[in-house]
């Protein structure tokens, strides 16, 4: 998800030029809110390029192209149609419509504006409506034990300097027993360059430093960040939540897939793991 050697982005799209990027402290709130105006501006230009891929109504979890109908990660079909599930950092919550054409409760949010019109625009040309809402994963407006499932595929986690709040805060919206599934990059990419080609397999930093990935304006103000988390960080984040963990999965690239996505690919695809996959209930 990185930007490494990131182009200067163009002012009348709405998106602040880039003048700098590369891994430095910054304020982490004040990063997180500059991610979500990115991501908002993005989304135009994002479904362009990633929308055929990812579907209308499709529910992807991964550039691996790893499907929740072959899957099943949240559980089986005939058991989430009885079931409330929630989509956090769901972008135009294309899972959540395909959830719903299958006669499940879905509901999705989102931190971006911008993503959830994108959503809108896609609920008219399918015809399958989600209820979607501008949220932030760490406050969402829903009461305590609202919903048995909440999902999210490479959305919220990345982007906020508290992941564990966002665990914290969707144990609170989980009924009893309620399952927690998301996806994100596989921390072990971390260590390498954004590249999805050979020059993407050597190491060119540590995998334990977690100083963040940050692009910041000509005024050096954050417009866009990710948090580095280990394996490690991840599990006892999810743990200290209150859930216990189920599975951890990291998918083979397939050969068939020959999609290109920012760092993802086949070529790099072949060597290292590039997402990870955490699957939880509540304890």
């Known amino acids: 998800m990185r930007h ?5 982005q163009d002012d009348s799209a709405g998106r602040p030029e880039l003048s700098r990027a590369g891994y430095r402290q910054v304020d982490g709130d004040a ?11 993005e989304a135009p230009a994002y479904l362009e390029e990633h929308g055929s891929f990812l579907g209308d109504v499709d529910f992807c979890w991964c550039p691996e192209g790893l499907r929740e109908s072959q899957a099943q990660l949240l559980g089986p079909l005939e058991q989430l149609r009885g079931e409330r599930v929630l989509e956090v950092g769901a972008g135009a919550a294309q899972c959540s419509r395909w959830l719903r054409s ?5 509901v999705a949010t989102d931190v971006a504006p911008g993503m959830v019109e994108a959503a809108a625009l896609l609920d008219r040309r399918t015809g399958i409506t989600v209820p979607i809402q501008v949220a932030d994963a760490r406050e969402l407006p829903f009461e305590d034990g609202s919903f048995d499932v909440a999902f999210t595929a490479f959305g919220a986690i990345p982007f906020v300097p508290d992941a564990d709040a966002v665990h914290r805060e969707i144990a609170r919206v989980l009924r009893p027993g309620g399952r927690w ?10 260590a390498f360059p954004d590249d999805p080609t050979a020059a993407g397999l050597v190491a060119v930093r540590s995998y334990f430093d977690r100083t963040p990935y940050v692009e910041t304006d000509a005024q050096d103000r954050p417009i866009y960040a990710e948090f580095h988390r280990t394996i490690g960080d991840h599990v006892r984040d999810v ?10 999965l990291e998918p083979a690239w397939p050969e068939d897939n020959r999609e290109v996505w920012g760092g993802w690919g086949p070529e790099r695809g072949a060597v290292l793991p590039g997402t990870l996959i955490v699957s939880a209930a509540l304890a």
């Open 239 to 248: 743990v200290r939540a209150g859930f216990a963990i189920r599975d951890l």
């Open 181 to 190: 599934v998301f996806s994100v990059t596989h921390p072990l990419r971390w």
């Open 102 to 106: 299958q006669g499940v409760d879905a």
């Open 4 to 8: 490494d050697g990131a182009v200067q």
């Open 31 to 41: 990063a997180a809110q500059a991610t979500g105006r990115w991501w908002s501006a």
